[in-house]
């Protein structure tokens, strides 16, 4: 299909059925400053709800419209966005412009392509119908390009849409959307994100259904380096791209890590650790006013993610633990992560601290007798708020 957007005006497909259970009007007003944060540096705009669709209009011509594109379909919430001219209700300046449209597209290239014609007439009082109106500008193109186009109704190579309303819309891209709630619809969670391909996938399905983000990163400097909070920053910038801007917490975690190595069994330092990391993360979520935390444990992956381990790390906290990705497949996991442009960055070999501090052999089932006994020597209480005077917050955010 050739590919040119030289418009400036976006049409934007919101979510209808979704649209139905919330309060509408929240709906869009945050999905409109959802858009407008990404785009923000790229120039002015005028972004509104007219019709039931978000438009978004570049307000000078030096924009690029592509990046523009490109920002914007990544907005949750969004079904497709088509880039559009706008044309008054007049069938004469309709004519022309299909002609002009259609001939830059041809124009960047000398291949031939077939194409379809539909037209939407949503405007009744437009005195042509709308198959009047699709027979007469194809006939037109047709006569036009003789030796470039031909018609073919079923699988065309591109279709010239016509919507008329109260004015006319010229397009011929849709480009999906990622669907889902705006991000801001659904409160605020704290996620705990590591390196790995899991915790950012994680991140971004919460996201989806409209949460706000925090993140915390336990790093174990010197054992863990620079290269592996700078990835995890990194990580968390590309997830901001969809969640808007996430504010980072970086726990300084290396004083309590070897404490814990310490006083605790090696079979259970595991889940020992990661009980403290979710203590840790609860106090600070609880101050920070987000109401849940959110990991990226899947049944079953590693020792520490079995029932047991899960049961075990749930039970020091009260605050309910979001795990999008508990029933999910790693190959499904993997394909998102890709999906989504975290997983290059998730593969480079930079150690976090669970692969560093790891059990050789962890208890696999360990019952909370078991924890019970393992923390005997330890006050994870105050180890966890020795911890909590040792974070440095900062926001990440993919745009300016
Ligand atoms: P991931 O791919 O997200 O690293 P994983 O399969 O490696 O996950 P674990 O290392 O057991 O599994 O971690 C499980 C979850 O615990 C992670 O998804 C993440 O939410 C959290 N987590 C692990 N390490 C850290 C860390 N250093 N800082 C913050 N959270 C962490
Ligand atoms: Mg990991």
Redesign the pocket.
């Known amino acids: 299909m050739p590919n040119s957007n030289n418009t400036n005006l976006l049409l934007v497909r919101i979510g209808e059925i979704i649209l139905k259970g919330l309060n509408r009007g929240n709906f869009v007003r945050q999905m409109i400053r959802n858009i407008r944060f990404r785009i923000n540096d790229l120039g002015d705009f005028d972004i509104h709800e007219h019709n039931s669709r978000v438009w978004v209009r570049a307000l000078s011509d030096d924009i690029d419209m592509k990046e523009v594109i490109e920002r914007v379909t990544d907005v949750f919430g969004i079904v497709s966005v088509s880039p559009v001219q706008e044309l008054p209700l007049d069938y004469e300046e309709l004519k022309h412009a299909t002609l002009n449209y259609v001939g830059d597209l041809l124009a960047k290239n000398t291949k031939s392509y077939t194409f379809k014609l539909e037209t939407r007439r949503v405007n009744k009082s437009f005195p042509m119908g709308s198959y009047e109106i699709s027979a007469d500008l194809g006939a037109i193109l047709l006569e036009a390009y003789p030796e470039r186009l031909k018609v073919d109704v079923h699988q065309p190579d591109f279709i010239v849409q016509v919507e008329i309303r109260d004015s006319i819309y010229l397009f011929h891209r849709t480009i999906p959307g990622p669907s889902g709630l705006p991000s801001g619809m659904s409160g605020k969670g704290m996620?705990?994100?590591?390196?790995?391909?899991?915790?950012?996938?994680?991140g971004y399905m919460m996201a989806s259904r409209g949460m706000r983000l925090e993140a915390?990163?336990?790093?174990?400097f010197p054992y863990?380096g620079p290269e592996a909070l700078k990835k995890?920053e990194d990580l968390t910038r590309i997830v901001s791209r969809y969640a808007g801007s996430i504010l980072f917490h970086q726990?300084d975690?290396t004083e309590a890590m070897l404490a814990l190595v310490d006083a605790c069994p090696e079979d259970m330092l595991?889940v020992v650790m990661?009980r403290l990391?979710f203590l840790v993360?609860e106090k600070l979520a609880r101050s920070q006013n987000a109401k849940c935390l959110?990991?990226?444990?899947?049944l079953g992956?590693?020792a520490?993610?079995t029932m047991e381990a899960i049961v075990a790390t749930d039970a020091v906290t009260t605050m309910p633990v979001f795990r999008p990705?508990i029933g999910i497949d790693k190959n499904d996991t993997v394909e998102i992560a890709r999906r989504i442009g975290t997983y290059d960055t998730?593969i480079l070999p930079y150690d976090?601290?669970?692969?560093v501090f790891v059990s050789k052999h962890p208890k696999t089932h360990p019952s909370l007798l078991d924890v019970e006994i393992a923390e005997e020597e330890l006050d994870l209480e105050a180890l966890a708020d020795a911890v909590l005077d040792k974070i440095d917050t900062y926001p990440i955010k993919a745009y300016t």
């Open positions: 996620l705990l994100i590591s390196g790995g391909i899991d915790s950012p996938v994680a915390i990163y336990f790093h174990t863990t995890v726990v975690f595991t990661r990391m993360a959110i990991t990226g444990e899947s992956q590693v520490s993610q990705l998730s976090d601290c669970c692969t």
